[in-house]
């Protein structure tokens, strides 16, 4: 599913990729299936001829059920939902009932040559939810194997790299959201083995041989991910200081990915050693805040993805319009809402942490982007998780019920999180905006999650 923005990276390679390897299949020419995996996934970069994926994912991503009707922000409302030719054509040709068939018949638009999207209701629901038990009347007629693979797959997704799949579970959903704020251990990250075959391959983001090609540090995205997913793991230190540390280690692996792309795995080593120095930890857990530039990216990343737009009702309670008709946040109203929200999350001290590792698995990180380096995306994280912050003091601003600021907060989070990780101008958008205020550097973006 998708925001009514364009297709996100991985929804896009979904459906081409459904189709293309389909008509590959339907030809028979099964040898040039094989060239189009090979190039998709590379020889050593997808799955290989008589072998499985090593999978790597959360505790949360196992844990996950849906609550179906019980969901409060269901996915099947407000969202692009997308439908290919095949997948409509097999729904129509299914024994179904007159009531579903009408609904079947009126109920799809053409998007251009291949897709299709579910013309939704002046209310924004899909016409196939049943507005009495809120379940799937598609589902609950056929069963799930002629829904579409975007809504029979939602909340999975994830990248393949290096013969690896690191499998996610949206944050935008709040089952999902329910488990990391309840469990401590729930984004704990395993590996299985080296035999995993997933139901569908396609519904996972690969780094294709030409993404390598164009950005070398992709090579080692697998190492690169369990490198930062370490820092901000480490629970010896504050989520804050673990993000700034991060910052740092972005900058030098950047460089040699710029440099010397294959020295990235000996630029981890040596930074594994020298992140834990007590001395370096003290120094960068003593820097004080700078509010007026977290709060400036912020406003960035609420104006250029929509997100401000969508949680105008939560934001109002801290943000307000200036004379100039522009949206700004008197610091110390956002100062004292911050510090309730934390005194309240004081029963979950791991939850922000949660949030924010995964935030990390859902924005793709390190590489959110292909197009840009370490650096750049680790720059958007940081915008990424300066607006969870900016969520509780908004939430806390409020209300002074601790469940309501919990479920605003909840609210929050999930509604942006899909646009967060999906906009395709996401990590051009806060690169630019750095850059124009000359707040480009580890030092400023340390300041931007502090």
């Not at 693979?149 to 499998?167: E, F, H, L």
């Not at 959903?173 to 329910?178: K, S």
């Amino acid at each position: 599913m998708t925001d009514t923005k364009p297709l996100c990276d991985a929804g896009r390679f979904l459906l081409y990729s459904t189709l293309l390897l389909s008509f590959c299949y339907r030809l028979k020419f099964l040898q040039f299936g094989d060239i189009i995996k090979t190039r998709f996934f590379g020889k050593h970069s997808g799955k290989g001829k008589d072998m499985g994926y090593t999978l790597k994912t959360a505790q949360y991503v196992n844990d996950f059920q849906c609550i179906g009707g019980k969901c409060t922000m269901d996915c099947c409302r407000n969202w692009d939902i997308i439908w290919t030719d095949e997948e409509i054509e097999k729904l129509k040709n299914s024994e179904h009932s007159e009531s579903l068939d009408k609904l079947i018949q009126r109920s799809f638009l053409k998007c251009d040559g291949i897709t299709n999207s579910i013309k939704l209701s002046d209310d924004g629901d899909c016409p196939f939810h049943d507005k009495e038990d809120r379940l799937c009347k598609i589902q609950k007629e056929l069963g799930a194997e002629y829904l579409s693979a975007v809504c029979r797959n939602y909340p999975i997704s994830g990248t393949i790299n290096n013969n690896v799949i690191t499998k996610i579970r949206f944050l935008s959903c709040p089952a999902v959201f329910d488990i990391i704020a309840n469990n401590e251990k729930s984004c704990d990250v395993y590996i299985y083995g080296k035999d995993y075959e997933p139901e569908n391959a396609l519904i996972f983001k690969p780094d294709t041989i030409d993404d390598v090609k164009s950005n070398p540090g992709l090579k080692y995205r697998n190492q690169l991910f369990d490198f930062f997913y370490g820092i901000l793991s480490d629970k010896k230190r504050d989520i804050h200081t673990s993000m700034i540390i991060g910052t740092l280690a972005a900058q030098t692996l950047s460089k040699l990915e710029n440099s010397s792309p294959d020295r990235i795995p000996e630029g981890i080593s040596a930074l594994s050693k020298q992140i834990n120095s007590p001395a370096l930890v003290k120094s960068l857990s003593d820097i004080e805040p700078n509010y007026k530039v977290k709060l400036g990216a912020v406003q960035c990343m609420l104006d250029g993805t929509a997100v401000g737009d969508k949680l105008s009702q939560i934001l109002s309670s801290i943000r307000k319009k200036n004379i100039e008709g522009k949206f700004s946040v008197e610091i110390q109203t956002y100062i004292t809402n911050l510090e309730k929200f934390y005194k309240i999350c004081s029963t979950k001290p791991f939850m922000i942490r949660n949030i924010v590792r995964c935030l990390y698995m859902c924005e793709f990180m390190p590489f959110s982007d292909n197009n840009y380096n370490i650096f750049d995306n680790y720059a958007y994280f940081c915008a990424s998780v300066a607006l969870i912050d900016f969520f509780g003091a908004a939430a806390a601003a409020g209300s002074d019920n601790p469940n309501e600021i919990f479920e605003r907060f909840k609210t929050a989070v999930c509604l942006a999180s899909h646009l967060l990780c999906h906009n395709p101008d996401r990590v051009k958008m806060i690169i630019d905006y750095l850059k124009e205020i000359n707040c480009y550097s580890a030092g400023h973006l340390a300041l931007i999650v502090k």
